[in-house]
């Protein structure tokens, strides 16, 4: 008799492990080119705080690619690699309660064009869970696109910060780029003027404000494939 309540709590602790899941929230997403489209992932059965690692598999990279992850209080920390052509690696540490998150894909080009992503090599706190598959359709209504080149970014964080502290700019570029970074106050004068070479994928841009007076700058980085325009707050 001492045997079947240990055999039944082994039994019980068992559905816990395979239950603890992602998953895309939709079967299908459609959009236009140049478009950042939202594609949302459910989290389900966590058992504590929790490290989700999986990959996301691009079938056709040529309709889309995956810029970024959209934060909240509930996500921890995490990061997105681009590994290969259409293969992005993510690695995130989430709370028990959250319930899912969102990722943001940029529409590239084409016909009616389409692809499918799926989740892969899931590993839930070490323990490996089940893949899941969407559609996203690229719905080009004036012919066959050319392959749309180009750059996002993130807002820069922290902002406003104290003088002395550093804000980056995190951004996605779809090839290798140069970028031509200006700042300057608001009276016009250039207080970083250069040029940088980033490799195709996730990248970032520190910005040292230690010789910066209180007020307000302007952030300018102009590449071949797009340009973005930010400002930071500095106070003493």
Known sequence: ????????????????LLLSKISFENDTIGGTNSEVIDIRINVNELVGESLLEFDLIVSNPSVCYITDIMIDSKVLSSTLIAKDEGVFSIKMRVEEV???????????SGYDS???ISIQNVVINGEQSSNDTIVIQNNYAY??????????????????????DISSI?????????LDLIICDTKGEVL???????????????INTED????????????????FYERIVVYK
Do not use: Q, W
């Open 143 to 164: 012919g066959i696109g050319t392959y749309i080149r180009f750059i996002e970014n993130s807002l820069p964080y922290p902002n406003p910060l104290k003088s002395g």
């Open 114 to 116: 389409t692809t499918t």
């Open 212 to 227: 910066y007076a209180a007020g307000v700058y302007f952030i300018s980085a102009n590449s071949e494939i797009g340009s």
């Open 98 to 108: 959250v319930t899912g998150f969102t990722l943001k894909a940029k529409l590239l």
């Open 192 to 206: 970083r003027n250069e040029k940088l070479s980033f490799s195709k994928g996730r990248n970032s841009i520190e």
């Open 1 to 16: 008799m001492r045997f079947i309540p240990l055999t039944f709590l082994l039994f019980l602790s068992l559905p816990v």
């Open 170 to 178: 995190e951004f996605t570029n779809d090839t290798d780029i140069e």
